[in-house]
């Protein structure tokens, strides 16, 4: 099924929301190709702001379920993820007072990845609504940017 097929079929916000929170689970499932071609798609520019939020809202509920299902996977790791765990704890242990700095640069840039950052927030505990506030934000800011950078160059 094509991406405008699937548009036409749901809906610019269900396919929105649909796509994106199968791209929070899913890594090879890409978000901000679906937003492009939204983007280029409308005729104006009005759904675009409910296409942002239903994005960054379909991608923060598929991160929430990584969140809280790595409260139990990754608290008693063994074999070979256990030294990769320790290694990743000990890093974000450094940044301690920069958590939240970490993970909004992490839902904006992708740097580090948000699906590693959610494993890791819900594995160490991070308190899960800052993480989703803090996550929405980042999402919201980076999809905008793609938005508008999609809209511009589609005039």
């Known amino acids: ?88 704890r000990a890093s974000l242990a450094r940044w301690k007072r920069r958590p939240n700095l970490v993970l909004f640069a992490s839902a904006s840039i992708g740097l580090p990845p948000l699906y590693v950052t959610t494993l890791l927030a819900g594995g160490l505990g991070y308190r899960f609504r800052s993480f989703f506030v803090i996550g929405m934000l980042g999402r919201a800011a980076r999809f905008t940017v793609i938005v508008v950078a999609a809209w511009m160059g589609g005039s």
Not at 55 to 82: E, F, H, N
């Open 1 to 88: 099924m094509s991406l405008e097929a699937l548009g036409h079929d749901l809906g610019i916000y269900a396919g929105t929301f649909l796509v994106c929170f199968v791209s929070g689970l899913v890594p090879v499932v890409n978000a901000e190709v679906w937003l492009v071609a939204v983007t280029l798609l409308v005729d104006t520019a009005a759904p675009l702001p409910a296409v942002v939020v239903l994005a960054a809202a379909g991608q923060m509920a598929a991160k929430s379920l990584l969140y809280y299902a790595a409260l139990g996977v990754l608290d008693l790791p063994t074999g070979r993820y256990r030294e990769k765990v320790e290694k990743a």
